[in-house]
């Protein structure tokens, strides 16, 4: 059978599963978009790849197989990340995404994760529609994922062997630093960046900052707030303490927004509406698409009243708060202010 080669992703990873053999998670150290044709074949031939969206599990010795002919084909780089993988005391899984789907398992889930944090993808650009509902609430700790319903007898057995089993989080998601670190950031608290958040070149993501999955920043900015699910924050900008972009995480992928280049959102802010360039959120504003802001001039000047989400995305934008009458104002900066 012959295939076009214009498939939209390809993974082998290790990971973990609980007694039921259900999996819990997938470290994919080296995701890739796209297959070359010789990837293709070998799938095809080798992990009886048939079309589609499909996760092949693998066995220890078809993985040192695929291997030794993806390095006797030139696949130099896969190969040697493959055949370590061929070592490992966990389970095996390809992965190859014919196309843009949602995802229907867990692997599925985990490459997509990983393409965003390995920044092969950017937030928003991809389809993660249903994946929270795939993942299982997973304990994750000192001795890796455990299935929460079996965690009791994984610590009773830990403390007879003089051990103790140390529990990091209880999440359908675990923490991006434990699966890849992006070049050239700077995290001070990793449990705060989710697997699948896009830490951009040049990020400093302070103590308080946060970024979850599908979200995250374009790069050289300090994010002291939060970034939501949907949220991609453009360079230069920065969120301070307190600060958060609103949205929901069930949303996944169904709400995108955007903050432009050079913005800065002041401490204890919230916003749900997405920014143009060089706009200015006021410490201590909550604005969601469908507050009300009144319009003003250079001279102060009451201008309509309009709901937040018309002016998404436009540029110099200062939203400030009006102690006199309560209302959120917004002033369209000039190149003079």
Sequence with gaps: MKYSNNLFSF??????????GQWLDV??????????DTILQLAESLLDYSGGNQNIELSHTKAQAFAAML????ETKLATVVEKLAYSQQNLVAVVLANDSKPSNVPEVYLKLHLLSHRLVKPNQINLNGMLHLLPQVVWTSHGAIDIHELPERQLQARLDGQIINVLSIDRLPQMANYIVPTDVSIADTARVYLGAYVGVGTVVMQEGFIDFNAGTEGFGMIKGSISTGFFVGKGSNLASGSASISQRINETKKQYAFGEDCFIGAHAGIGISLGDRCIVEAGLYITEDSLVQRVDAQNQAGE????????GKDDLLFRHNASNNMIEVLEKTKHH
């Design 11 to 20: 993974g082998i990873g290790t990971g973990s599963k609980n007694s039921a």
């Design 27 to 36: 470290f994919f150290p080296a995701p890739q978009l796209g297959l070359s």
């Design 71 to 74: 390095s006797s084909e030139g």
């Design 305 to 312: 009243i309009v709901k937040a989400a018309v002016l998404a």
